[in-house]
């Protein structure tokens, strides 16, 4: 391990500090030891401490419906925690341990003792506060304030209407979209072409898929039944209903996550082999995100009770998705989807509510 001095310089909170600001820090940091796997921190828990990383490596993880997802990777010289402890508010996201891990931290108390006597120190803070909120807010006013004010013209637009599904298909289509995804990005096919900003984006566009629904005719779409063969051609517009409102969207905000929920909504029917609706793409022309939903859907659909038909026992709906790869499903996603069957299941058992 190096010195203090050398470990505090690597960090972007107490880089650039003078000899009795280090002699200040130092006198307040208390060594701790984190065995692999055990919690650093947990979100939602008060922020009353932060740690400086000396030796190992933690992973940041974000609390999902199926689980935790590793949203950052923090190595020596890293600090975690100190945003919660900065702002005073609860933890944003969970740390945990990934092998042996020392750290040094500081709690609330010192950290505000620090600041009244160590005007360097306070400047260091007032940076780093600076350059991150000017991050956020320029993330956030050029693509998520705009996109976010673009998807209220969009449900605008479509008003007049309404959707039956509930919000437990919705909850649990959008989660197994999340795993499914993050599933893919490990696998070897899928993880250099699927980014974080992927699976966050299907993680907050995925539960529009359907938006379309609320153009077609409640004597279609509240039918308590199955439709005619008329009444079918009419429910699959909806594809098509809703990529064009999100194409009205993205003429006022050209944003990804957008321009995701359009490829969502018009090809989410498709189908691997090319039969089905509304382009008729087959293979891999059809979006990856699309290919995502259309197993994702399908899934919950057969699992769920609607008044045509009971639902699916768990057995079946496997064997289902089984016989369907490389027909209805890209094979290779209903096989990553298969491999992870079991938190498939705990997602639909977490969300049942339909």
Not at 100 to 119: H, I, M, N, V, Y
Not at 141 to 158: C, K, N, P, Q, V
Not at 211 to 217: D, E, H, I, N, P
């Amino acid at each position: 391990m190096g010195s203090l001095r050398d470990i505090l310089d690597r960090s972007e909170l107490f880089s650039g500090l003078g000899p009795e600001s280090v002699a200040r820090i130092a006198a307040c940091l208390r060594p701790v030891v984190f065995e692999a796997g055990t919690c650093v921190c947990r979100e939602g828990e008060a922020g009353d401490t932060m740690y400086v990383i000396v030796a190992g490596r933690v992973s940041v993880l974000s609390d999902m419906g199926w689980g935790q997802r590793e949203i950052d990777r923090k190595e020596p010289g890293e600090v975690c925690g100190e945003m919660a402890l900065i702002s005073d508010e609860v933890r944003s996201a969970t740390v945990r341990a990934v092998e042996r891990t020392e750290c040094l931290s500081l709690g609330k108390a010192d950290f505000e003792s620090l600041l009244d006597q160590d005007p360097a120190m306070a400047q260091s803070i007032a940076k780093l506060m600076t350059k991150r909120l000017s991050a956020l807010v320029h993330q956030t006013s050029h693509e998520l304030l705009g996109a976010y004010r673009a998807l209220t013209f969009a449900i605008a637009d479509l008003a007049e209407s309404r959707d039956p599904e509930t919000g437990a298909h919705l909850e649990r289509t959008r989660n197994y979209c999340v795993l499914l995804a993050e599933r893919l990005s490990h696998s070897p096919r899928y993880k250099d072409a699927i980014p974080k900003s992927f699976i966050e984006g299907i993680y907050r566009v995925s539960p529009l898929h359907d938006v379309g629904k609320v153009a077609v005719a409640d004597a279609v779409l509240l039918k308590p039944g199955r439709l005619t063969p008329e009444e079918f051609e009419t429910m699959k517009t909806h594809t098509t209903a809703g990529a064009g409102a999100f194409k009205k969207v993205l003429q006022q905000s050209d944003s990804e996550l957008f321009r995701m929920a359009y490829r969502i909504c018009l090809h989410h029917h498709e189908r691997w082999d090319g039969l089905g609706y509304p382009q008729g793409l087959a293979g891999e022309a059809i979006p990856l995100e699309a290919r995502i939903m259309a197993l994702a859907d399908v899934y919950d659909a057969l699992l769920s009770k609607r008044v045509y038909k009971p639902p699916m026992t768990p057995e079946t709906t496997r064997e289902e998705i089984r016989k369907a790869a490389g027909t209805q499903f890209d094979p290779y996603i209903a096989g990553i989807f298969l491999e992870n069957i079991a938190q498939f299941e705990e997602i639909h058992a977490k969300f049942e509510g339909d």
